[in-house]
């Protein structure tokens, strides 16, 4: 037949072959059937663009005459899918059937004359694979001019670009940016439900409908929090059993989603649930539906599920998964943070409980004070008052030193009830007429005699501002707590207080000329229990509530209080408070009986402050011989009780101050100082470190006064060294006892010295087990180093670490010994918490128990003799590990062969070890907890599981060995449908969860983003936009390479990460240094860059890493760099698996400060000295296979007989892996890797099946054959599949 | 040179089964091409002519020892062939006479 078309002569002219399929089946149709005619009477017109059409490697499509008959080239097939070839000579209205109605008028208009059309992403509904599908494309129509056409116009000439994988990635990114944007804020785990379900049901393209069930706190049940269009037979807050029978009649299979851990694919939607699921904006509902677990931190225990409906419109192929588990993964996140959330709000309302409680036990204390206090203070009074039987002086001053003393504590009291009662709202404003200007003087003037004891101006300036309606309750406590407040902080000059009157307003002002207040404490005054860090006062006695108070006060009755202040300066405190001007008669004119108590309170109160202060002269006889105390405290009635206590039996130096105090102690050192803790200046504290760090005071023997009780209180002043410490109040004879045990210690001067010796022995022992505990990462670590401590130490020969388990009543036990007998211990690695062993005892009671031999004890623990013996031991100690609040947490027993008697020695050293080993075990378990959630999560980042035959792919992996947390290393390998691949290597900054966590998402993001895009900066845009609503994902590094086989060309592009490495076939190392730009989300924007392009022909290599490989301390870039290359210039004809074996020897032998990541990839093909092969594990595949290496084989120069053993050599290796691998997925790949040196032949044969254990068929066989025709075959097996690798030495000389 | 798809040829005498096979014989095919044959041979001696084989994998030797177990089995393997040296290695020449050719079988 000729060839009417000249298609042969295309063919020829573009130096393509000329069996191009739609040559041969245009040439070939039965065009007189068609409107067209017989193809040798086609016009000119329709002739040139056949031949175009067919020359175009671009998907052409032409519609010729007026029934628009179709034409198309081979590139245009894949758009045709199914339709294929039966859509040649169709007319347009039947090839397109399905969106016939969307294209009649883009082709008609170019026909009929019009301009030519063009879309851009057009969305059209095709069927071409059996299913209709979603697709998008961008369209051209441009009209074909024909002179022997009626109009003109022979036909349409379509150009067309499929962008679906483009659209659809694109709109996967934005729904993962809107849910990481939008579900930032959600206040509990149904809220972020809410807020994601609601983010879904915008992009329902992707997921027509969106269920999202939260699991309960006993993983019992889940329950429907949030949904995106219901189910049938969902209702809201629908509860789904996770056990028992009727787990199995669920619409959803939840329990063995989370059993599996891994999503699951429902089909059948309307069978299963009995009626039509939503469609979201499809004409058709879904009919499958994907459940995905939403991760917790606990594994096993989901925090809830995603039931995500499938686009009818689109197949679940690998990309829609992977966004599926990205969308969970979002999920997840904000659950936790929500739930973090939770949390917190839960522990803040207990604490505003547990306020309230205090604040009623507070109210209800005070006022049972005041009956006491009243009767106490009454016969005091009176007492004073009827001096008569008074007559001894020293009898009236401590009866006067009570009263003051009562009258002091009647204020505190006071206060105290004001304060709850604003506190509890108790109180409302209840203003009485009352003449405010003559109250104001009266209470200002109980203030005068302290004032001028004080030696500081009182001023006031109270205008006449008449009646006004006021409460006086709330009035009073203000006037006074503001005037004793500015008495009190300042120390010279004046006080001036000022009323004036304004319309319905009055307004207070007490102005000073004390220390002032810090800026930023200016604003903390008006808190409770606000006390200034550096207070210069003239007492440190005050409860820190009466300022507070009066700002409550105010407050309530509609007032408002602010201070104005400048250190060392003054404050002016101003109150305005509303009090309208009153004409009716005042019920009282002057304060109240309670009020002049009040007053009188705070009077007597401030008097105290300003008695002599300074250190009195010694009263009592000063006798050389005997002992002195230097007493010291800022109160002068407590200085005078002390004084008369001790005064008897000591000679007795008084401070009122620390700087006096140390003043006095170096003119005159006394035997012991007895000091007060809260003190203005330098307190108890600080004096005793000055007098510590002064060689003349060092060993002075120090005892702490404080009202402050409570553990920590004692700890700070014994760490600072203070000797000893007594609470008040105090009895008389305790004071005494105290002080002359203190006295009697120091003159034990020499033992002191040795203990010091002692002291610093066993500071030392402490400091070497914290450096041997330091580097233990998990609690064995924990057990070996405090054996090794022990051992030395105490000559120990065994450690037993057993720490409670999280979810179980169980005990986990770590031994540690010179030699432990393994079966002794076999039983004993897990023992119940509540059992009778002495580790579970110790861990229930909280107390340390002593066996000093086997026999000890033997009716309480009846198994441990037995114990003990299988373990060689004869003596025991049993100790408590405790947290920080004192709870045990774990057990230490610390093992001898021999009896040992406990002295206090011992138990002393044994308990002091406990403290440390226990910060060490704590650190040991939360590092093991976090470890094995990274490390689950980190071995998904570093898994490839690409099923392409086009490339081989082997990634390598090293953590860090500065320690157990692991870095944000990950990479991956993502087939791009058309053959092509793209592979990545990225680097998260920082290290642990949060990176591995990110580096997870970014992963995920990368293989979304670079599907559909022709250029890998495209990608890395793409990537900068998701960087944005990824935490820590800022200045990541990506090199991202996409190999495409068909082209034999690489195209990439790096973002701040370093080059490529490049190995053409015939070994030629080269750097891929173009479209090197910066780290994700950092630059501006890439618009302008453009990937590098390399060619990559068949048997070329590339290797992507992180910079761990060739970063090194103190050492250019260059030259790690450089180093690399030379590495490879010497392996790179090497199975991937040992070249990167054998760089990782060269570059990171030494150990990496940094996690390394390498991943290798070549082309498969043949060159002279190299063979690279990979298919899919199916049986038929291996007879290719073998062909193929048989090829090789032939064109190698090796004798006959040689190539016949590696032939029966790899060909067994080939049977082997295709039996691992199809066991696991037929789609899983087999690679084959031959590298030939001189008169060696390498073979390395991969899969990535699982081992299974257990005789095969033959198997026995087939490596008795590997073995006898390979000198070596060694066989790797390990999470990622199984290698074996084959070494032919001499292959010319086989055994006979 | 490529290798034909498998197959075998039977020459079914009353005194024996002669089956010649032609190809590769590996994991893909073994048992579905060997085993039968067991059945075919209904106690008459079999005589397994692997002259035209390229290839055999242990699969196809467990399908020949499977074989010998059920039939009085002999075969002919040239020397200096690929099969022959798998045979060899794994001892099956010691276990199952073996001839150069089907000439030189004796009857």
């Known amino acids: 037949m000729s060839d009417p078309l000249g298609a042969a002569d295309a063919a020829s002219a573009r130096g393509y072959p000329a069996d191009g399929e739609m040559e041969g089946a245009i040439a070939g149709f039965d065009w007189p059937a068609t409107p067209l005619g017989p193809a040798d009477r086609w016009s000119p017109a329709l002739r040139m663009m056949v031949r175009m059409l067919l020359a175009n490697r671009f998907p052409l499509l032409l519609w010729w005459g007026p029934e628009y008959v179709c034409l198309y080239n081979d590139a245009y097939r894949p758009v045709l899918g199914d339709k294929h070839p039966w859509a040649l000579g169709q007319p347009v209205r039947e090839a397109w059937r399905e969106i016939w109605p969307v294209l009649k008028p883009l082709i008609d208009t170019p026909f009929r004359g019009g301009p030519a059309t063009w879309d851009d992403d057009i969305l059209l509904e095709i069927n071409r694979h059996g299913f209709v599908e979603e697709t998008h494309f961008t369209i051209a129509y441009s009209p074909v001019p024909d002179e022997t056409a009626p109009g003109g116009i022979g036909g349409v000439l379509a150009t067309v670009h499929e962008t679906t994988g483009k659209v659809v990635a694109d709109r996967r990114v934005s729904v993962l940016r809107d849910l990481g944007t939008r579900s930032v804020g959600a206040k509990t785990a149904e809220e972020a439900c809410l807020v994601a379900a609601k983010t879904l049901a915008v992009h329902a393209e992707d997921i027509p409908f969106t269920l999202l069930y939260l699991v309960d706190r006993d993983r019992k049940a889940a329950r429907l929090a949030a949904a995106a269009g219901l189910a049938p037979g969902v209702e809201p807050g629908q509860v789904l059993p996770l056990d028992g029978a009727e787990a199995s009649d669920c619409p959803w299979p939840l329990a063995e989603v989370m059993r599996a851990e891994a999503p699951q694919a429902v089909t059948g939607l309307a069978t299963r649930l009995g009626g039509q699921v939503p469609a979201g904006p499809w004409a058709d509902p879904p009919d499958t539906a994907v459940v995905i677990p939403i991760a917790s931190n606990r594994a096993g225990f989901p925090a809830g599920f995603l039931v995500a409906g499938i686009s009818p419109r689109l197949a679940l192929d690998g990309s829609y998964t992977d966004f599926l588990n990205l969308v969970s993964a979002q999920v997840a996140a904000s659950i936790a943070n929500a739930r973090e959330h939770e949390q917190e709000k839960e522990r803040m309302d207990a604490l505003a409980e547990i306020d309230q409680a205090k604040t009623t036990f507070f109210a209800n204390l005070s006022h049972e004070f005041r009956t006491p206090l009243t009767l106490l203070l009454s016969p005091l009074e009176e007492a004073l008052k009827d001096g008569a039987d008074l007559s001894d002086p020293s009898q009236r001053e401590r009866i006067g030193t009570a009263h003051s003393n009562g009258l002091r504590l009647l204020k505190l009291v006071n206060s105290l009830l004001d304060f709850t009662r604003v506190d509890a709202g108790g109180v409302t404003p209840a203003p009485r007429t009352t003449d405010l200007a003559a109250l104001t003087d009266d209470l200002v003037s109980v203030f005068q005699s302290a004032f001028d004891g004080a030696g500081i101006e009182l001023v006031t300036a109270i205008d006449p501002v008449g009646m006004r309606d006021v409460d006086v309750d709330m009035w009073e406590p203000v006037v006074l707590n503001l005037v004793s407040n500015a008495l009190k902080y300042t120390l010279r000059g004046s006080v001036r207080v000022a009323l004036r009157g304004r319309d319905d307003d009055v307004e207070l002002s007490v102005a000073d000329t004390g220390i002032g207040i810090a800026g930023d404490e200016q604003d903390r005054v008006f808190e409770r229990f606000f006390r200034s860090s550096n207070e210069a006062g003239r007492s440190f006695e005050g409860s820190g509530i009466g300022l507070a108070l009066v700002s409550e006060l105010v407050r309530l009755h509609g007032g408002s209080i602010g201070v104005q202040s400048t250190l060392g300066a003054g404050s002016t405190f101003t109150v305005t408070v509303p009090a309208r001007p009153s004409t009716s008669v005042p019920a009282q004119t002057v304060a109240s009986r309670s009020s002049t108590a009040r007053s009188r309170a705070f009077a007597a109160d401030a008097q105290r402050w300003i008695d002599d202060g300074a250190a009195s002269p010694d009263p009592g006889r000063d006798d050389a011989s005997r002992a002195a105390v230097l007493v010291v405290d800022d109160n002068s009635d407590m200085r005078r009780y002390l004084h008369s206590l001790l005064g008897t039996e000591w000679r007795v130096k008084l401070a009122s101050t620390g700087a006096e105090a140390l003043e006095a102690a170096r003119r005159d050192r006394p035997d012991v100082i007895v000091s007060d803790v809260m003190m203005p200046g330098i307190d108890g504290l600080h004096l005793v470190d000055r007098v510590r760090a002064d060689a003349a005071l060092r060993d002075l023997p120090v005892l702490h006064l404080s009202g402050r009780a409570g553990p920590e209180a004692t700890v700070d002043g014994l760490a600072r060294g203070a000797n000893d410490y007594l609470v008040k109040p105090f009895s008389a004879s305790e004071l005494r006892a105290r002080v002359r045990a203190l006295l009697q210690a120091s003159e034990r001067a020499a033992r002191e010295a040795q203990e010091a010796l002692a002291g610093r022995r066993r500071a030392e022992e402490a400091a070497e087990l914290s450096a041997a505990l330091h580097p233990a990462r998990n609690l064995q670590a924990v057990a070996d180093a405090a054996f090794g401590w022990v051992r030395r130490i105490l000559g120990a020969h065994l450690v037993t670490l057993s720490v409670a388990e999280h979810d179980e009543p169980m005990l986990r036990r770590y031994f540690a010994g010179a030699s432990v007998p393994v079966p002794a211990i076999a039983g004993n690695l897990r023992v119940p918490a509540a059992g009778d062993a002495p580790s579970a005892r110790v861990l229930r009671e909280g107390t340390a128990l002593w066996f000093e031999d086997s026999g000890a004890q033997a009716t309480e623990f009846p198994a441990l003799a037995g114990d003990l013996k299988a373990l060689g031991l004869e003596a025991l100690a049993v100790l408590p590990l405790r947290l920080a609040s004192g709870l045990p947490f774990a057990a230490l027993a610390v093992g001898w062969s021999r009896p040992v008697h406990f002295d206090p020695d011992l138990r002393a050293t044994l308990e002091r070890a406990e403290s440390i080993v226990a910060a060490a075990a704590q650190r040991g378990q939360s590092l093991e907890v976090e470890q094995s959630a990274t490390r689950r999560l980190e071995s998904s980042l570093l898994a490839i599981d690409t099923r392409t035959t086009r490339l081989v792919v082997q990634a390598r992996h090293q953590g860090a060995d500065t320690g157990a947390s692991v870095g944000g290393d990950w990479y991956d390998a993502v087939e791009l449908g058309d053959g092509r691949v793209a592979v990545a290597v990225g680097d998260v900054v920082g290290r642990g969860l949060g990176a591995v966590r990110t580096a997870v998402r970014l992963r995920g993001g990368l293989g979304l983003a670079v599907l559909g895009v022709t250029d890998p900066t495209e990608a890395l845009t793409a990537l900068d936009r998701y960087t944005a609503a990824v935490p820590g994902a800022y200045c990541t590094t990506v090199a991202l390479a996409v190999i495409d086989p068909d082209r034999a060309e690489v195209s990439y592009a790096c973002a701040g990460h370093p080059p490529p490495l490049l190995v053409s076939p015939s070994g030629q190392v080269t750097y891929l240094e173009e479209s090197r730009s910066w780290p994700l989300g950092a630059g501006p924007g890439r618009s302008g860059a453009r990937a590098g392009r390399a060619p990559f022909p068949p048997g070329s290599l590339l290797l992507l890493y992180t910079d761990g490989l060739i970063e090194r301390r103190r050492e250019p870039l260059t030259a790690g760099l450089r180093r690399l290359a030379e590495a490879v210039a010497g392996n790179w004809d090497l199975p991937l698996r040992r070249l990167e074996q054998a760089v990782f020897t060269r570059l990171v032998s030494d150990g990496s400060e940094d996690d390394v990541a390498l991943v290798a990839v070549r082309s498969t093909g043949a060159a002279p000295d190299l063979f690279c092969d990979s298919f899919h594990a199916r049986r038929e595949e291996q007879r290719p296979a073998r062909q193929r290496l048989r090829a090789w084989l032939d064109d190698s120069g090796l004798p006959a007989a040689d190539r016949d053993a590696v032939l029966l050599a790899v060909g067994e290796a080939i049977s082997n892996a295709i039996d691992h691998a199809s066991g696991a997925d037929p789609t899983q790949i087999v690679t084959v890797e031959l590298a030939r040196r001189g008169p060696t032949l390498i073979a390395s044969i991969g899969d990535r099946g699982h081992w299974r254990p257990g005789p095969q068929p033959g198997r026995g066989r087939g490596h008795l054959l590997m073995s006898a025709l390979a000198q070596d075959v060694d066989i790797n097996l390990d999470q990622g599949g199984t290698v074996v690798t084959l070494t032919f030495t001499h292959p010319e000389r086989r055994p006979a | ?107």
């Open chain 2, 1 to 107: 040179m490529t290798s034909p798809g498998a197959h075998i040829e039977r020459d079914d005498r009353a005194d024996a089964v002669i089956a010649r096979l032609h190809g590769d014989i590996d994991s893909s095919n073994a048992a579905e091409l060997l085993l039968p044959l067991a059945a075919e041979a209904a106690g008459r001696p079999l005589i397994l002519a692997l002259d035209d084989v390229q290839y055999i994998d242990s699969a196809g030797m467990a399908a020949i020892e499977t074989l010998r177990r059920s039939s009085e089995l002999r075969m002919v393997v040239p020397r200096e062939s690929v099969v022959r040296h798998a045979l060899e290695i794994v001892g099956f020449d010691q276990l199952i006479p073996v001839f150069e050719c089907l000439e030189d079988m004796p009857a």
